[in-house]
T-cell receptor
Framework: GAVVSQHPSRVICKSGTSVKIECRSLDFQATTMFWYRQFPKQSLMLMAT?????????EQGVEKDKFLINHASLTLSTLTVTSAHPEDSSFYIC?????????FGPGTRLTVL | GQQLNQSPQSMFIQEGEDVSMNCTSSSIFNTWLWYKQDPGEGPVLLIA?????ELTSNGRLTAQFGITRKDSFLNISASIPSDVGIYFCAVPRGSGGSNYKLTFGKGTLLTVNP
């Protein structure tokens, strides 16, 4: 089946720094990837759609200057949380589509001190 | 916007019992997906349903796509401790190709007592 990886699996950073999270599709090409955010005991919230070779599209209420997305190749999308603050602490999950379904990465736990 | 009503919110059962959970919506969908999420992990696709009335099994799991296309249920038979986790239903709200945005239900937290 389709495999999606994320790196790092967890990161702790100081407030004000930027953090980059990578999402890779390992055995298929993905022109589109998705980034989600999940708070404890809550469902997944779609943040943005990452499009290979073009700008990402963001969901309403998500700051595009805060969450920078780059989709430079058909197997890699990156999410950079800029000037991170404690309220950005969350579980970030990416996914990539395969025909009619999406396969999810294992997630990245971000903790901002 | 599209909302999925998933129930129950949580379940506490004994090992060996059967489990049933469902999702309903006021909107019609062409695809229903069921995912399981273990703590600290991303969701894993369990079953995908593409046709109204479709009944699909994956081991001890069985899911059905409601005939009205507005609901779906997931059954787990003879539960075991490793069934513990959060189960989500999801539907795509895009159209065409792989550019589907998924809408998730709020999840059902399953606890299995050995």
């Amino acid at each position: 089946g389709a495999v999606v990886s994320q790196h790092p699996s967890r990161v702790i950073c100081k407030s004000g720094t930027s953090v980059k999270i990578e999402c890779r599709s390992l055995d298929f090409q993905a022109t589109t990837m998705f980034w989600y955010r999940q708070f404890p005991k809550q469902s997944l919230m779609l943040m943005a759609t990452s499009n290979e070779g073009s700008k990402a599209t963001y969901e309403q209420g998500v700051e595009k200057d805060k969450f920078l997305i780059n989709h430079a190749s058909l197997t890699l999308s990156t999410l950079t949380v800029t000037s991170a603050h404690p309220e950005d602490s969350s579980f970030y999950i990416c996914s990539a589509g395969d025909l009619y379904t999406q396969y999810f990465g294992p997630g990245t736990r971000l903790t901002v001190l | 916007g599209q909302q999925l009503n998933q129930s129950p919110q949580s379940m506490f059962i004994q090992e060996g019992e059967d489990v049933s959970m469902n999702c309903t919506s006021s909107s019609i969908f062409n695809t229903w997906l069921w995912y399981k999420q273990d703590p600290g992990e991303g969701p894993v696709l369990l079953i995908a349903l593409y046709k109204a009335g479709e009944l699909t099994s994956n081991g001890r799991l069985t899911a059905q796509f409601g005939i009205t296309r507005k609901d779906s249920f997931l059954n787990i038979s003879a539960s075991i401790p490793s069934d513990v986790g959060i189960y989500f239903c999801a539907v795509p709200r895009g159209s065409g190709g792989s550019n589907y945005k998924l809408t998730f239900g709020k999840g059902t937290l399953l606890t299995v007592n050995p």
